[in-house]
């Protein structure tokens, strides 16, 4: 009876130390950017849904270097969740570039918001098309920027070179609403969200017949040349003042990333406190509101879904492109 009195006591303190251990709170980091930009924002509201509606797990943001550190820092790692642009996705999926040595077996766990890629001018400048830039003053983003680079591929794509084809400046948006409106310039290209202040600023000033050119048509050979990476979006008609219809574009998402390893109950769990919550999120920042059901089937992630998103989105009648 002393035997199976002992051997009862440690069964017992065993089964009690399990149930602690699986009681225990799971901790995961968020590895986002800088404090002033939009991944800070958005991923702090992403950690507070988490540790608020999932039981026995904390969240916490991690400010970065963004997109490439990030990825990085998912495959050393040192962080669960990260941002990141689809374009750096791809290349740290891929091993490819001189960022990315290795393969980074990244999975997405949701599209978050899109980048547009804007080309703007005046009406009574004679730009109808992108071809229509021929020997034209135009601004293709301030340099080293995600718009210089990708103005330069889209004017590729149309059989323009960048540097003799076009009079290039490379100014930011603000510097070059300013030398639209003053005549320095005929057109110029931004990366940014919708509405952008400094475009709605310039749509608005008395005189200017703002207008929105569509370069959608590269992004079939810029996914030949460069990847699943960009896809067509719209810039609804009324973003902007005197702007009666919808213009498509290229668009670039950024995605929420993790390692292909991520628990798939919990990956579940996470994104679906995020449609559940979605308002709430998008309290955080507003670009926020892009993280819907219907974004994630629309085929802006070049890197494959994780197993628990791709279960979700599965019980929801959605497909994924």
């Known amino acids: 009876m002393k035997r199976f009195l002992i051997f009862g006591l440690s069964l017992a303190v065993l089964m009690t130390h399990s149930l602690v251990r699986a009681e225990e709170a799971v901790h995961l980091s968020i590895a986002t950017g800088g404090t002033g930009g939009i991944y800070y924002p958005i991923g702090s509201g992403m950690a507070s849904l988490i540790s608020k509606h999932i039981s026995n797990t904390e969240a916490t943001a991690e400010v970065t270097n963004a997109s490439i550190d990030n990825c990085r820092l998912i495959n050393q790692g040192k962080v669960n969740l990260a941002f990141a642009g689809a374009d750096v996705a791809w290349e740290a999926y891929q091993g490819r570039g001189k960022e990315f040595k290795e393969k980074v077996p990244l999975r997405t766990m949701a599209l978050v918001y899109p980048v547009f890629m804007y080309l703007v001018t005046l009406g009574d400048n004679g730009i109808d098309k992108v071809t229509d830039l021929k020997g034209k003053k135009v601004s293709t983003g301030a340099p080293g920027s995600w718009t210089e680079a990708t103005s330069t591929r889209i004017l590729e794509a149309y059989r323009l070179n960048p540097d003799k084809d076009v009079v290039r400046s490379r100014l930011g948006p603000s510097d070059s609403s300013v030398d639209l ?50 896809v067509t979006g719209v810039i609804p008609a009324k973003t902007y003042f005197s702007q009666d219809v919808d213009v498509s574009v290229p668009v670039v998402w950024n995605l929420l990333v993790c390692h292909e390893n991520f628990r798939e109950d919990l990956a579940y769990q996470i994104i679906k406190t995020f449609m559940e919550h979605q308002p709430e999120l998008s309290a955080f920042q507003r670009e926020a509101r892009f993280l819907t059901l219907q974004s994630q089937a629309g085929g802006g992630s070049p890197i494959p879904f994780h197993s628990g998103t791709l279960r979700y989105l599965a019980e929801k009648g959605m497909k994924v492109k």
């Open 181 to 230: 409106r003053e005549k320095k310039l005929h057109a110029f290209f931004w990366g940014g969200g919708i509405p952008t202040a400094s475009l709605s600023e310039l749509a608005m000033s008395p005189g200017m017949k703002f207008k929105l050119i569509s370069p959608a048509e590269a992004v079939p050979m810029m996914r030949q040349k460069y990847g699943p990476v960009y």
